[in-house]
């Protein structure tokens, strides 16, 4: 009888210790940065900079047109921003871009730059991408703004 006391213990014991390991591991899964991807920060490439699933499209259409452009360096080697007149901004400029309203922003990448008294290197977009794949790439391009993008309502 003594033993069963004891087996019975063990179990219960047991039981309790798998389900506090089990709450714990939850608590911290529950406590990470949910994010759908993430893109290295160009000013410090050990920091990475969660995206949502909006953001990651943003990035995947950022990746395939604008790179080119809009950054210093794409996954295939250079780009080729330094040998344009007027030399584009980078894309996380937030000291360039921040200011800039979304319907700007948005009128750019649809119309292109000629069509805004900007660079007419700037293609128009609005042919290529939905309405949706460009508020995609607006959000991305505040999600990996430095300084950081702070919307209208928070400046």
Not at 13 to 39: C, G, M, V
Not at 116 to 142: D, N, Q, W
Request: aromatic share 10%.
């Amino acid at each position: 009888m003594k033993q069963l006391f004891a087996m019975l213990a063990l179990f219960f014991s047991l039981a309790l210790l798998f389900s506090a390991i089990r709450e714990n591991a939850a608590a911290q899964t529950d406590s990470r940065p949910k994010s759908y991807a993430t893109e290295p920060d160009w000013n410090d490439p050990q920091r990475l900079i969660p995206l949502n699933f909006q953001q990651a499209r943003g990035q995947r259409l950022f990746y395939q047109y604008c790179v080119w452009c809009h950054a210093d360096a794409t996954p295939a080697g250079p780009s080729n921003r330094a040998n344009l007149s007027p030399v584009p901004p980078l894309l996380n400029d937030g000291a360039a871009l921040n200011g800039k309203s979304d319907e700007f922003l948005r009128d750019i990448i649809t119309r292109g730059g000629g069509a805004l008294g900007k660079s007419a290197m700037m293609p128009p977009y609005g042919g290529t991408l939905t309405r949706e794949e460009i508020r995609a790439v607006i959000a991305f391009v505040h999600a990996i703004a430095q300084p950081a993008f702070q919307p209208a309502a928070a400046r």
